[in-house]
């Protein structure tokens, strides 16, 4: 295997787990991969090495797009910035819960 498909395997791997990770809907998710897939895909039969690179490049930039964005979101929460404190204080609480081998059961909402 060349090089440059060693790197579109690893940008294309890197940026489905990003999508994996970080966005929120499950059908959402699906339609991200699917799209991520085509165009990979579409663009898999490009020769000119600058284009390649460039392709790979928007990729990089992309996964790195979304993990800052989840990243930014988690100081967020962590600084309590706009948001409803009831949610933060129940991942406050799970991650503590967790932390010594506990789960909190989920509450029933009618």
């Given amino acids: 295997m060349s090089a440059e ?3 579109v395997a690893k940008a294309y791997r890197h940026l489905l ?8 809907k499950e ?8 799209y991520v897939a085509e165009e990979f895909r579409n ?3 490009l020769s000119d090495l600058s284009s390649i690179q460039q392709k790979i490049k928007l990729a990089r930039d992309y996964t790195n797009l979304l ?3 989840h990243h930014h979101k988690d100081l967020l929460f962590s600084y309590n910035i706009a948001i409803d404190r009831s949610a933060e204080m129940k991942r406050v609480l799970r ?3 967790a932390s010594v081998g ?4 989920e509450v029933y909402q009618p």
């Avoid at 787990?17 to 929120?24: L, P, S, T, Y």
């Avoid at 059908?27 to 699917?34: N, S």
């Fill in 17 to 24: 787990k990003a999508v994996k990770n970080h966005v929120a």
């Fill in 102 to 105: 506990l789960q909190l059961p």
């Fill in 95 to 97: 991650k503590s819960a």
């Fill in 43 to 45: 663009n898999g039969k």
């Fill in 27 to 34: 059908d959402t998710k699906r339609l991200f991969r699917d």
């Fill in 67 to 69: 993990n800052s964005v």
């Fill in 5 to 7: 498909a060693l790197q």
